[in-house]
């Protein structure tokens, strides 16, 4: 039962990081762009509300599967103790954090066609900062300095992967998207780097030596570092040539770049994907 219950919290950790970062990068992506976008607004907030909705719920099933994965039988879903203890763990205090960012930034976006930065921004805000509350940070005696690292790292990542979604439909419907994805690129390659640069911070406090890069959490590691290296390499192309391509007019650029994207979507998906398998089942340390 305890392997089972890992790979359902896999799979929900890989998920919600997903909607979290879609949730908050769309709320960014308005604040940011909302006087750029001519035909995209409405389906932007749309996402933002959709991946927030669905953010909600994965964080309820992630609370509900915890009192099962720590006592080793589904039955523990209904010990109130057990719910007792999760609630006023670290983990409780992380879902709770999410949840109600999430709703913010959804009823942000659901309530007006002009969504405050404010409030969009209070909502981003606790998003990233729940997952200092949690996960090997919590266990490091460098724990402020790694959650200032995380949360440099979950904002930037979430403007890159939260803008992806908008920036392919604003490809194909804003009448002067050449000039939106050039102001982007113009923000993301200031904030990109973010994601990087933090990551190695934490990997450095994280890992007891470089011998650890053989270990399975240092093999993940690597793979979310050449995989980053890829996006960049997509980054790259749509800033130095498709889209100036798509500003200038040429049509099949459009094309191109939309293809560009979801490959850049997958990319983090999978990262993603492998960060969720590193904080389940691995340890820096071991």
Not at 233 to 250: I, T
Not at 273 to 285: C, Q, R
Request: include cysteine; aromatic fraction near 6%; charged fraction near 10%.
């Amino acid at each position: 039962m305890p392997n089972a219950l890992d790979s359902v919290v896999v799979v929900l950790r890989a998920a919600t990081f997903i909607a979290l970062l879609q949730t908050a990068g769309v709320a960014l992506y308005l604040v940011i762009f909302r006087n750029r976008l001519v035909r995209t607004s409405g389906s932007v907030r749309s996402l933002g509300v959709i991946a927030a909705v669905i953010g909600a719920i994965l964080i309820v099933a992630r609370y509900l599967v915890e009192p099962a994965r720590l006592t080793g039988a589904l039955s523990g879903m209904l010990d109130v103790s057990v719910h007792a203890f999760v609630m006023t763990s670290g983990l409780g205090v992380s879902q709770s954090m999410r949840l109600l960012g999430t709703a913010i930034v959804g009823f942000t976006l659901l309530r007006s066609n002009n969504p405050s930065a404010r409030f969009a921004l209070v909502g981003v805000a606790l998003i990233a900062l729940s997952f200092s509350f949690m996960g090997h940070t919590v266990a490091s005696d460098q724990r402020w300095l790694l959650s200032g690292l995380l949360t440099t790292h979950l904002l930037a990542a979430s403007f890159w992967f939260g803008s992806l979604i908008p920036l392919h439909l604003a490809s194909a419907r804003e009448p002067d998207a050449g000039n939106l994805i050039r102001h982007f690129s113009s923000i993301a390659i200031r904030i990109v780097p973010f994601i990087f640069l933090a990551g190695v911070g934490m990997a450095l406090v994280l890992l007891p030596s470089v011998s650890s890069l053989g270990s399975p959490y240092g093999i993940l590691l690597i793979i979310k570092v050449l995989s980053f290296s890829a996006l960049m390499g997509l980054a790259a192309l749509n800033k130095c040539r498709l889209g100036p391509a798509l500003e200038s007019g040429h049509e099949p650029s459009a094309a191109l770049f939309r293809r560009s994207v979801s490959a850049e979507i997958m990319l983090i998906i999978l990262i993603l994907g492998v960060t969720a398998t590193m904080t389940t089942h691995y340890s820096p340390e071991h």
